[in-house]
């Protein structure tokens, strides 16, 4: 079972979760990927920070996810499909060894849908 969250109550509804939020995106070969991060809501658009293969990713393809699971507990987690508008990688310097860094960065992500989804059922 899954309720519709709108759009303009994302910011509210993903506020009261007490668990750290989760990008979804796809690597090259179709692989799910899934990675911890922070979200900061302006209206529908989320700017997440991410790591530096998540950032890749959605740089490659622009249909993500964000979700937030379930709180112990409780009955629902909270999923929000959307389209990458801009992806900001850090501007990071190879470090002291020579090797290239694995910086990080930012994606700008407009909500495109939003639901609360069971994940708690009681057994008959």
Same mark, same amino acid.
């Given at each position: 079972?899954?309720?519709?969250?709108?759009?303009?109550k994302l910011l509210e509804v993903s506020s009261g979760y007490g668990?750290?939020?989760?990008?979804?995106?796809t690597d090259a070969d179709g692989r799910p990927r899934a990675s911890?991060?922070?979200?900061?809501?302006? *209206?529908? +658009?989320?700017?997440?920070?991410?790591?530096? =293969?998540?950032?890749?990713?959605?740089?490659?393809?622009?249909?993500?996810s964000l979700l937030w699971p379930a709180p112990p507990g409780e009955?629902?987690? @909270? @999923?929000?499909? *959307?389209? +990458?508008?801009?992806?900001?990688?850090?501007?990071?310097?190879?470090?002291?060894?020579? =090797?290239?860094?694995?910086?990080? *960065?930012?994606?700008?992500?407009?909500?495109? *849908?939003?639901?609360?989804?069971?994940?708690?059922?009681?057994?008959?």
């Open positions: 079972m899954s309720v519709k969250v709108e759009l303009e668990t750290t939020p989760m990008l979804l995106t911890a991060v922070a979200v900061a809501w302006d *209206g529908e +658009v989320a700017t997440v920070r991410a790591g530096h =293969r998540s950032v890749a990713n959605a740089a490659e393809r622009p249909l993500v009955r629902f987690a @909270l @999923l929000v499909d *959307g389209e +990458v508008e801009q992806v900001r990688p850090d501007d990071v310097p190879d470090d002291a060894t020579g =090797r290239a860094a694995k910086p990080g *960065g930012f994606v700008v992500v407009r909500a495109t *849908g939003g639901i609360l989804h069971v994940v708690a059922r009681p057994h008959s």
